[in-house]
C-alpha cells in the first residue's frame, strides 16, 4: 500500500469517517551547500519524489487531533492550548531542553498549527483531526521533518482558508521545528521542500529568502542521483551540531561581521591569524562552501550537470576535513562511487550519519549501488540503503 493510502486509511480508523482531503510535501535532497543555511550563506537543494501525506478533516469543536503510522496512540488538544504547550523561543529560555509536554513526532505536527495560529492571528479556526503517513526515511538526512512540516501547513492553510503562500509556509515549518520542537535548524528544508519543482534545483539565498529555480538538467542528460543512507543516524538537537553553530557564530564575532555570509575567500587570511585553527576551519568551511554554491549555479548554467563533479567532491573534503561531520560509513559511499565513476558525490544533510549522494549516468545506477554495498559488507559496515531520486514537484493536495 502507498503512503497515501496508509494515510487515509489511519485517519479512518482515527475518526471513523472518511478525510475531507489529503495533502503532502516532499523530502528533499541538498545537492550542495551543507551548514551555510544558518550562516545566512546560499544553499541549492531539491525536492525529491518520496513525500509525507497528511489526511485530515475538520471536527465539529476546537480540538486537534493527531496520529502517525510513528505513533503509539494519537494526541489530541484544545487549539487554545497551542500557546501555553509551545511558549515562544523555549529552546532559547531553556537550552537544556525540559521534557516536551507532548510526545516530540506530535510536537512537528501540532508546532506547526500553533505557528500558523501567530502567522495568521485572526483567521477562524475549526477543530481538525490529522493523520500521518509517509514514505520519506527518518533522519536520513532527506528532511523528514520538512515534509512532515510541509505536508499539514498544506492541509491547515486549505482547511482553515488563510491563504499563505509557500515561502510564508516554510517558515511556519521552521518555526514549528524551531520553537515548538526544539531543533535549531536554518529554513533550508522548509524552502527545499515548499519550493520544489520537476527536474530543478532550488538556489536559496539564506539572507534575504530570495530563491531561484535553477534547471538541473539531470534528466535530459541521461543522470541519476544516487542517495546511499548509511542508516547511521544522527540527531540535529545534540551536541555537534550545536557546537558547529557556535564555532560559526564565534568566527563571525572575532571578523567583526553579522554572519560569515558577508566574509569571502580574500578573508581567509586574516580569519587565519584570528583564530584558533578549529574555528578558522569551520569559518573556511562556510566561506567555501558558499561559493561552491555560487560556481555550481554557473556551472550547471553554463556548462551542464556534468561540469558540477568537481564542486560535489570539492564540498565532501570540506565538510570532512575541515567542518569534521563526516563518518567513515559516508567517506567510504563517497569514494566507492567515485571510485565506479561517479561524476561527482559528497555527504549530503546535517552530517554525523545520513545520507550521501552521488550524481551518476543512468546506466551505471546498478553497478555503482553493488560496489557501494559490497564496499560496506567488506568494512564490516551494516548494510546502506540505496535508492535513485530526481528533482520533484512541491506540495499539492492529493485528495
Ligand atoms: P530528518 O533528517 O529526517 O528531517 P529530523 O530529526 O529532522 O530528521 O526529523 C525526524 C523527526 O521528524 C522524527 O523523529 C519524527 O519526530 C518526525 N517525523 C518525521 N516523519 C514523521 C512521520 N511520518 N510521522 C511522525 N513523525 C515524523
Ligand atoms: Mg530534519
Not at 271 to 285: C, K, Q
Not at 367 to 391: E, L, M, S
Request: glycine letters at 10%.
Amino acid at each position: 500500500m502507498s503512503a497515501l493510502d496508509d494515510a487515509r486509511t489511519l485517519f479512518t480508523r482515527l475518526t471513523g469517517r472518511d478525510p475531507e482531503g489529503v495533502w503532502s510535501a516532499p523530502g528533499r535532497v541538498n545537492l550542495i551547500g551543507e551548514h551555510t543555511d544558518y550562516n545566512e550563506g546560499f544553499v541549492l537543494p531539491f525536492a525529491i519524489p518520496h513525500r509525507t501525506f497528511a489526511a485530515a478533516g475538520a471536527r465539529d469543536d476546537h480540538r486537534i487531533r493527531v496520529t502517525s503510522t510513528f505513533a503509539t496512540e494519537p494526541v489530541e488538544v484544545a487549539l487554545a492550548e497551542l500557546d501555553a504547550l509551545f511558549p515562544t523561543h523555549r529552546q532559547a529560555q531553556d537550552p537544556s531542553g525540559s521534557e516536551p509536554a507532548v510526545p516530540e513526532w506530535s510536537a512537528y505536527v501540532l508546532g506547526v498549527a500553533w505557528a500558523l495560529q501567530l502567522a495568521a492571528p485572526d483567521a477562524a479556526r475549526r477543530g481538525v483531526d490529522i493523520a500521518i503517513a509517509s514514505d520519506v526515511p527518518v533522519g536520513a538526512g532527506l528532511s523528514s521533518s520538512a515534509a512532515i512540516e510541509g505536508a499539514v501547513a498544506s492541509a491547515l492553510n486549505d482547511l482553515w482558508s488563510l491563504g499563505l503562500d509557500p515561502v510564508t509556509l516554510a517558515q511556519v515549518g521552521r518555526r514549528a521545528e524551531n520553537e515548538a520542537v526544539g531543533a535549531p535548524t536554518g529554513i533550508m528544508d522548509q524552502m527545499a521542500s515548499m519550493l520544489g519543482r520537476a527536474d530543478a534545483a532550488t538556489f536559496i539565498d539564506c539572507r534575504s529568502l530570495d530563491t531561484e529555480s535553477v534547471p538541473t538538467g539531470f534528466t535530459a542528460e541521461g543522470l541519476e542521483v544516487l542517495v546511499i543512507d548509511t542508516r547511521v543516524s544522527h540527531s540535529h538537537s545534540t551536541g555537534g551540531y550545536r557546537e558547529r553553530r557556535d564555532a560559526c557564530e564565534r568566527g563571525a564575532a572575532l571578523l567583526g561581521i553579522p554572519s560569515l555570509r558577508d566574509a569571502s575567500e580574500a578573508d581567509l587570511p586574516r580569519a587565519a591569524e584570528l583564530m584558533d585553527d578549529v574555528t578558522f576551519r569551520r569559518v573556511r568551511h562556510v566561506i567555501t562552501e558558499n561559493q561552491r554554491v555560487l560556481d555550481t549555479v554557473r556551472v550547471l548554467g553554463a556548462d551542464g550537470p556534468r561540469a558540477i563533479g568537481d564542486l560535489l567532491v570539492a564540498s565532501h573534503a570540506s565538510m570532512r576535513d575541515d567542518f569534521e561531520i563526516s563518518v567513515p560509513e559516508l567517506d567510504l559511499a563517497v569514494q566507492t562511487a567515485l571510485e565506479q565513476g561517479a561524476v561527482g558525490a559528497r555527504m549530503t544533510g546535517g552530517g554525523f550519519g545520513g545520507a550521501a549522494i552521488a550524481l551518476v549516468e543512468r546506466d551505471g545506477v546498478d553497478r555503482i549501488a553493488d560496489a557501494v554495498t559490497r564496499a560496506f559488507a567488506d568494512a564490516g559496515f551494516g548494510a546502506p540503503h540505496v535508492f535513485t531520486v530526481h528533482p520533484s514537484d512541491g506540495p499539492r493536495r492529493d485528495a
